[in-house]
């Protein structure tokens, strides 16, 4: 076994799911280093949101190993995921449209901290706790719609909830699913900053398919194909892989 | 920045939680009607025992979105579980007894919300539903005990507290039902209003960020239905109780209907609902028989309709808005800031 240091936050094994005759992932073993901005790219159908549900325990794999710090989550229900410290957002909003920023972070602070299955205290009553809900609508500059219910928030906003929502998890691995995806130009870079401030002991693994995102933001690029680990590298390598290049040109590559 | 914007977030939550002067005028003419309404308390007694019944669907329906069809299932087996216990003479004290045919509703819940769990709304019409016929068909196969179609006889019921005895025009029954409503609510008035009850409403919005936020998806609606199930067996038990006999209708589909039905005339999610229902319900009763003796049940389709049409939630939205009105002439707090960002 590796010094502490060295186990990957997050790996998996050998991962594979198939759906009846379709591959979605196949013998995925990727590790992720601890405080790494990993992202993770491919084409279209590549299997990126297969892999982050396989990961998040929303779907079971039909073969290999996920562990977390080194220990097997592999059959973990998505909920007690969470709790040992893995987040995600989702590509399509997946949020609680009648609620407002204030309650949607409420509740994740409140589950991490155990008291989501409290039935006597009110919400609201644990200072601890909306003192954590303030610091986050502020980092995620949500301050000023924090009373408006979700559902009428501008998208950029909503994009930007679906992030904190997932921060207030408190994850040790936040697994941001196209964050930016469809947020109009003049509200991207409101995203990407706070994305870019997010602290360094959060490891983070990017799915995008945005190229400028990818290349300003990660220290690491993989690279999946046809639900296969395809390269995997630092940005500048997989830069200048003739591979990556013809996958993305969409040029058939053999071999 | 931080400071400030911390005690907007505490006094933005907080603030559904607080009562407001809708909710002091309710009860307090609520308990108002023991002193003057003496002539009514056999229909208010009723009237109550509805509102509790719609509460109590309210729990799963307003809060979990979990739409059942058989919720008589709870209330009847809490009616002949309390009619029992005061006839074999097991729990003479009906205070006790009432709590333990709620406890026995819930046992019931608690073992058929592993149904409930997965599935769209239609199947939990259906499990619900069967789940109702089987109690029903139950009683009435199992006649020896429950009496069968013709009711849960020699049901004597002791005073309560051994002092208060039920009269026959009803003034006991009608302030045991009264306190016992007013205790159920406030009690789950604290259970929507806390971090459990939020998550509650989170799962009916979303159960899939439900998960990934780290709820228990499965276990909230588990304690809730459970929870639902005993209140609906408390307001069996105190018809049992308070009429000294229990019947197969207090199983029926019927009566499963007609609870859904005054939920949805109230409005759910927001508590009140089961009763203003109930009370709409009865005043309508009251008053369209007396306009058309047999054919009332023509207007209350009529008014379901509406109701549905125009949007389930739409009376209790006139409510808050009534209320939000009335605070703000009272200069009470407002109940939410957003109202304060448009002015």
């Known amino acids: ?255 | 920045m931080t400071r400030k914007a911390d005690t907007a977030v505490t006094r933005f939550l907080t603030s559904r939680a607080r009562i407001g002067p809708f909710e002091t005028a309710f009860w307090l003419a609520a308990f108002a009607t023991i002193y003057f309404l003496p002539g009514r308390h056999l229909i208010l007694t009723e009237t109550a025992i509805w509102g509790l019944f719609a509460l109590s669907l309210d729990l799963i329906l307003g809060y979990a979105g979990i739409i059942s069809l058989g919720h008589a299932a709870f209330f009847g087996v809490g009616a002949y579980a309390a009619g029992l216990l005061a006839k074999y003479e097991i729990i003479v004290e009906p205070s006790v007894a009432l709590l333990c045919a709620g406890l026995i509703a819930a046992a019931l819940g608690f073992a058929t919300s592993f149904l409930v769990l997965r599935g769209s709304d239609l199947t939990r019409l259906m499990v619900t539903l069967g789940v109702s016929l089987v109690c029903f068909e139950l009683a009435n196969k199992f006649a020896d005990l429950t009496g069968g179609a013709d009711g849960l006889q020699g049901v004597a019921m002791a005073p309560v507290f051994g002092a208060y005895r039920f009269d026959l025009f009803g003034h006991t029954a009608y302030v045991y039902t009264l306190a016992w409503l007013f205790v159920l609510f406030m009690l789950a008035r604290r259970v929507v209003n806390s971090p459990f009850g939020l998550s509650l409403k989170a799962i009916k919005g979303n159960p899939l960020r439900s998960s990934a936020i780290g709820i228990a998806v499965n276990w909230r609606l588990v304690a809730i239905y459970t929870l639902s199930a005993g209140y609906a067996g408390i307001a069996g038990g105190l018809l049992a109780q308070t009429q000294a006999f229990a019947s197969l209708s207090m199983l029926s589909i019927e009566r499963s209907a007609d609870v859904l039905l005054i939920l949805i005339i109230g409005g759910t999610g927001y508590l009140y609902g089961g009763l203003i229902g109930a009370l709409i319900y009865r005043l309508l009763q009251d008053y369209l028989s007396d306009l058309t003796a047999r054919y009332w049940q023509f207007w209350i389709g009529l008014l379901l309709v509406a109701i549905v049409l125009v949007g389930r939630e739409r009376i209790g939205g006139w409510i808050r808005s009534v209320e939000t009105q009335i605070g703000r002439a009272l200069r009470w707090p407002a109940s939410t800031s957003s109202a304060d960002q448009g002015a």
């Not at chain 1, 449209?97 to 205290?121: F, K, Q």
């Not at chain 1, 644990?126 to 980092?139: D, K, M, P, Q």
């Not at chain 1, 998890?169 to 130009?185: I, K, N, W």
């Open chain 1, 1 to 255: 076994m590796a010094a502490a240091s060295e186990t990957p936050v997050l790996e998996t094994r050998d991962l594979d799911k198939r759906f009846g005759g379709i591959v979605a992932a196949n013998a995925i073993s990727m590790a992720i280093r601890r405080g790494a901005r990993h992202a993770l790219i491919g084409p279209n159908g590549a299997g990126k949101t297969t892999f982050v549900n396989l990961l998040t325990g929303m779907l079971r794999p039909s073969g290999g190993e996920i562990l977390l710090d080194g220990a097997p989550i592999t059959n973990l229900e998505p909920h007690r995921r969470v709790r040992l410290g893995i987040a995600r957002t989702f590509q399509i909003n997946q949020l609680f449209a009648d609620l407002t920023p204030i309650e949607t972070l409420g509740l994740a602070v409140s589950e991490r901290h155990g008291s989501g299955r409290d039935w006597w205290r009110i919400v609201g009553s644990r200072a601890g706790i909306t003192a954590e809900v303030a610091e986050l609508l502020e980092r995620f500059r949500l301050v000023d719609v924090m009373t408006e219910r979700t559902a009428i928030l501008p998208y950029g906003k909503q994009r930007l909830l679906e992030i904190a929502v997932a921060f207030a998890c408190g994850p040790r691995v936040l697994l941001l699913d196209e964050p930016a995806a469809g947020v109009p130009e003049a509200e991207r870079h409101e995203i990407l900053a706070t994305i870019a401030a997010l602290p360094a002991d959060v490891t983070v693994l990017l799915i995008e398919h945005d190229m400028d995102i990818v290349f300003s933001f990660a220290d690491r690029i993989s690279v999946l194909v046809n639900g296969e680990l395809f390269v995997e590298g630092p940005p500048d390598e997989v830069a200048r892989d003739p591979r990556v290049k013809a996958v993305y040109l969409g040029e058939a590559f053999d071999g």
